[in-house]
Nanobody, 124 residues
Framework: QVQVVESGGGLVQAGGSLRLSCAAS????????MAWFRQAPGKERVFVAT????????YYADSVKGRFTISRDNAKNTVNLQMNNLKPEDTAIYYC?????????????????WGQGTRVTVSS
């Protein structure tokens, strides 16, 4: 049974940066795709970024492309999300997810394990 725990959220001013981390335990996630989703207050959980099993392929939501970078370290069983040039509209709870598949996906149903989330607040 895989478990994932997010960390690194916080309060930052617009234009600032944060680095989110996701630590997996229980079983290795090195053979599976990983992703970050986010949920703003009163809105649905939406896709942010995904990375394939070995880190050679990534895909981003248009809203974060060029500002966010997803990476993984399979030796440490971790996935990171570097967020630069943050905007107030990036304010949300960010969730790490471990997938069923090896390849990238932006679909929630392709992810089997979810963390509790870490809150990111961007002030204007």
């Amino acid at each position: 049974q895989v478990q994932v725990v997010e960390s690194g959220g916080g309060l930052v001013q617009a234009g600032g940066s944060l680095r989110l981390s996701c630590a997996a335990s229980g079983r290795t996630v090195s053979g599976k795709a990983m992703a970050w989703f986010r949920q703003a207050p009163g809105k649905e959980r939406v896709f942010v970024a995904t990375i394939n099993w070995n880190g050679t392929s990534t895909y981003y939501a248009d809203s974060v492309k060029g500002r966010f970078t997803i990476s993984r370290d399979n030796a440490k069983n971790t996935v990171n999300l570097q967020m630069n040039n943050l905007k107030p509209e990036d304010t949300a709870i960010y969730y790490c997810a471990a997938g069923w598949l090896t390849g990238i996906s932006s679909l929630k149903n392709d992810y089997r394990t979810w963390g509790q989330g870490t809150r990111v607040t961007v002030s204007s």
